[in-house]
């Protein structure tokens, strides 16, 4: 970039500095968003297709998760890995609806190019949008049907309605039990508050049986086997110690020697050692603990005294793993055998060791009152299992939503076109250009019926003709089933998804919509960090 003043050239950009202004910028960008739309919009909805994604090693994922999807693709163009972060934002707030928030955002923008085109100024249409989001979530929020945390039977499909579609759809009854069982098991009730941690939520993958053998495990799954084989293979009514220090004799901080000079003190110096770890062996014995898992390492010795004592034991257990044990069994983790006692000591019904495939795990079972729970996930290969995995995840964030919010709106598109219709109307009283930015963020809010219709096979210009007359006379419920491609009361038909999936979709799309608008000026560096090779991303082909 360089600029004239009295006939000399002043550089200012340094040289290979590539830069897009005004309508080219923003035509780019818009672009850049609009592909990444393009990319996840066949995936979504139950007759959504999955994407195959080949890494550079070679490794394949099969998956219809949007935000697996754009994770693993590798993404060049700014504007494009902008698109990216709404999925992400969407996947850690609410854990569904992924799909549907990168789809609207790429339609908001498309919508924006319209006006653009019609000399309507960016600011103009941000403004119309930043007024029409804020509506759209009022119009969701009154859509909505309060639900009690007790309803087992809603919940049950809402989550079955978060894995319709992707691969666990065939075993969605068990699953939807399972996550509902698992959600209520950590959820924690203040008053009318009711907060998940969803990471007290583990799923443990094995390949082998069919999806319908996956199981929630009242307690914990911890993917090793006990460290002698004389011990006991299960313990019923387990007393579970948790220590978080090494069952072995303590080197020195420093290098210390130790000059033997006789055969017997030679002796003497192992049966010292022999005497320390049988006392540790002892303390635990004392406590009345007949399991015991042990953060850091346990001495061969150790090993050996424990199996005498009837003492099933497991070593170099993740710190992870103990917390969440200490969670569902109720022990509390100490640090040297000094504190163990039995007030320290967690319950379980069951702890057992058991062969799956060519792994041996151990199970802590039929824990009093869990607050941290296992799902041992199965399926066929390790790409079933996977994506029985992203379901599975999906499933418990929108449970989670639904406790934390009690809202839910039906879905197949009938959210959606209730927003459009009640967009239009405010749009009426608006007036000014704003009027014309809103209209087309009502627009934009169709192509989610639109796009279940297209994956379906039916034509969307009649699928959205019909709902709009259908929402006029039978009201907010009524979306598209794409088996049948009949308008019908979605709520009655169990299609529900939660309140906060659709308003941090509306959130997300439209403020990266108004951030992209924007923009007027791309200006790519020369080369990264200022010193390696290679010019500026390909901007006209976006580098995707």
Same mark, same amino acid.
């Given at each position: 970039?360089?600029?004239? #003043?009295?006939?000399?050239?002043?550089?200012?950009?340094?040289?290979?500095?590539?830069?897009?202004?005004?309508?080219?910028?923003?035509?780019?960008?818009?672009?850049?968003?609009?592909?990444?739309?393009?990319?996840?919009?066949?995936?979504?909805?139950?007759?959504?297709?999955?994407?195959?994604?080949?890494?550079?090693?070679?490794?394949?994922?099969?998956?219809?998760?949007?935000?697996?999807? #754009?994770?693993?693709?590798?993404?060049?163009?700014?504007?494009?890995?902008?698109?990216?972060?709404?999925?992400?934002?969407?996947?850690?707030?609410?854990?569904?609806?992924?799909?549907?928030?990168?789809?609207?955002?790429?339609?908001?923008?498309?919508?924006?190019?319209?006006?653009?085109?019609?000399?309507?100024?960016?600011?103009?249409?941000?403004?119309?949008?930043?007024?029409?989001?804020?509506?759209?979530?009022?119009?969701?929020?009154?859509?909505?049907?309060?639900?009690?945390?007790?309803?087992?039977?809603?919940?049950?499909?809402?989550?079955?309605?978060a894995m319709t579609g992707k691969g666990a759809e065939k075993a969605k009854e068990l699953l939807a039990d399972i996550v509902v069982e698992?959600?209520?098991?950590?959820?924690?009730?203040?008053?009318?508050?009711?907060t998940v941690d969803k990471d007290q939520i583990k799923l443990e993958k094995k390949e082998g049986e069919g999806i319908e053998n996956t199981? #929630?495990?009242?307690?914990?799954?911890?993917?090793?086997?006990?460290?002698?084989?004389?011990?006991?293979?299960?313990?019923?009514?387990?007393?579970?110690?948790?220590?978080?220090?090494?069952?072995?004799?303590?080197?020195?901080?420093?290098?210390?020697?130790?000059?033997?000079?006789?055969?017997?003190?030679?002796?003497?110096?192992?049966?010292?050692?022999?005497?320390?770890?049988?006392?540790?062996?002892?303390?635990?014995?004392?406590?009345?603990?007949?399991?015991?898992?042990?953060?850091?390492?346990?001495?061969?010795?150790?090993?050996?005294?424990?199996?005498?004592?009837?003492?099933?034991?497991?070593?170099?257990?993740?710190?992870?793993?103990?917390?969440?044990?200490?969670?569902?069994?109720?022990?509390?983790?100490?640090?040297?055998?000094?504190?163990?006692?039995?007030?320290?000591?967690?319950?379980?019904?069951?702890?057992?060791?058991?062969?799956?495939?060519?792994?041996?795990?151990?199970?802590?079972?039929?824990?009093?009152?869990?607050?941290?729970?296992?799902?041992?996930?199965?399926?066929?290969?390790?790409?079933?299992?996977?994506?029985?995995?992203?379901?599975?995840?999906?499933?418990?964030?929108?449970?989670?939503?639904?406790?934390?919010?009690?809202?839910?709106?039906?879905?197949?598109?009938?959210?959606?076109?209730?927003?459009?219709?009640?967009?239009?109307?405010?749009?009426?009283?608006?007036?000014?250009?704003?009027?014309?930015?809103?209209?087309?963020?009502?627009?934009?809010?169709?192509?989610?019926?639109?796009?279940?219709?297209?994956?379906?096979?039916?034509?969307?210009?009649?699928?959205?003709?019909?709902?709009?007359?259908?929402?006029?006379?039978?009201?907010?419920?009524?979306?598209?089933?794409?088996?049948?491609?009949?308008?019908?009361?979605?709520?009655?038909?169990?299609?529900?998804?939660?309140?906060?999936?659709?308003?941090?979709?509306?959130?997300?799309?439209?403020?990266?919509?108004?951030?992209?608008?924007?923009?007027?000026?791309?200006?790519?560096?020369?080369?990264?960090?200022?010193?390696?090779?290679?010019?500026?991303?390909?901007?006209?082909?976006?580098?995707?």
């Amino acid at each position: 970039m360089s600029s004239q #003043l009295s006939g000399q050239p002043i550089l200012i950009l340094k040289e290979g500095v590539e830069r897009k202004r005004g309508r080219d910028a923003q035509s780019t960008n818009i672009m850049a968003a609009k592909v990444i739309a393009d990319t996840v919009k066949s995936t979504l909805g139950p007759r959504g297709m999955d994407k195959m994604l080949v890494g550079s090693m070679g490794d394949i994922v099969v998956t219809n998760d949007g935000a697996t999807i #754009l994770k693993e693709i590798d993404i060049e163009h700014p504007a494009a890995k902008m698109m990216v972060e709404v999925a992400k934002t969407q996947e850690n707030e609410v854990g569904d609806g992924t799909t549907t928030a990168v789809v609207l955002a790429g339609e908001l923008l498309k919508k924006a190019e319209d006006l653009i085109e019609q000399e309507i100024h960016p600011t103009v249409i941000a403004k119309g949008y930043r007024m029409a989001a804020t509506k759209a979530k009022e119009i969701a929020t009154e859509a909505s049907v309060d639900i009690s945390v007790d309803d087992d039977e809603i919940i049950r499909k809402v989550a079955m309605t978060a894995m319709t579609g992707k691969g666990a759809e065939k075993a969605k009854e068990l699953l939807a039990d399972i996550v509902v069982e698992a959600v209520k098991s950590v959820s924690v009730v203040k008053g009318s508050e009711v907060t998940v941690d969803k990471d007290q939520i583990k799923l443990e993958k094995k390949e082998g049986e069919g999806i319908e053998n996956t199981e #929630l495990i009242r307690g914990v799954v911890i993917d090793k086997e006990r460290v002698h084989s004389a011990m006991p293979k299960s313990v019923k009514d387990a007393k579970i110690a948790l220590v978080d220090s090494a069952m072995e004799v303590k080197k020195t901080e420093i290098d210390a020697k130790i000059n033997i000079t006789d055969p017997n003190q030679l002796q003497a110096f192992l049966d010292e050692e022999e005497g320390m770890l049988k006392d540790m062996v002892e303390r635990v014995k004392d406590s009345g603990a007949n399991v015991l898992f042990a953060q850091k390492g346990i001495d061969d010795l150790a090993q050996h005294y424990l199996a005498k004592a009837g003492i099933f034991a497991i070593r170099r257990v993740k710190e992870s793993d103990m917390k969440k044990l200490s969670k569902a069994t109720g022990a509390r983790i100490v640090s040297t055998l000094d504190d163990l006692s039995s007030d320290n000591l967690g319950v379980a019904g069951l702890v057992e060791e058991v062969k799956i495939g060519d792994d041996a795990m151990t199970f802590v079972r039929d824990c009093k009152d869990p607050k941290s729970v296992s799902i041992l996930v199965r399926g066929g290969t390790e790409h079933i299992v996977d994506e029985v995995e992203r379901a599975l995840d999906d499933a418990i964030g929108v449970v989670a939503s639904v406790f934390r919010d009690k809202k839910v709106v039906s879905g197949g598109g009938a959210a959606e076109v209730e927003i459009a219709r009640g967009l239009r109307e405010y749009a009426k009283g608006v007036g000014g250009r704003e009027q014309l930015a809103i209209e087309a963020y009502a627009d934009a809010m169709e192509v989610i019926p639109r796009a279940l219709a297209e994956n379906a096979g039916l034509d969307p210009i009649d699928v959205i003709v019909e709902l709009r007359s259908e929402n006029q006379k039978r009201g907010a419920k009524i979306g598209i089933d794409v088996f049948d491609g009949k308008a019908k009361d979605m709520y009655a038909e169990g299609i529900i998804e939660p309140l906060s999936v659709k308003t941090q979709a509306i959130d997300s799309s439209s403020e990266i919509a108004v951030m992209i608008l924007r923009i007027d000026d791309l200006i790519a560096a020369s080369s990264l960090g200022g010193g390696g090779a290679g010019g500026p991303p390909d901007m006209g082909d976006m580098g995707y």
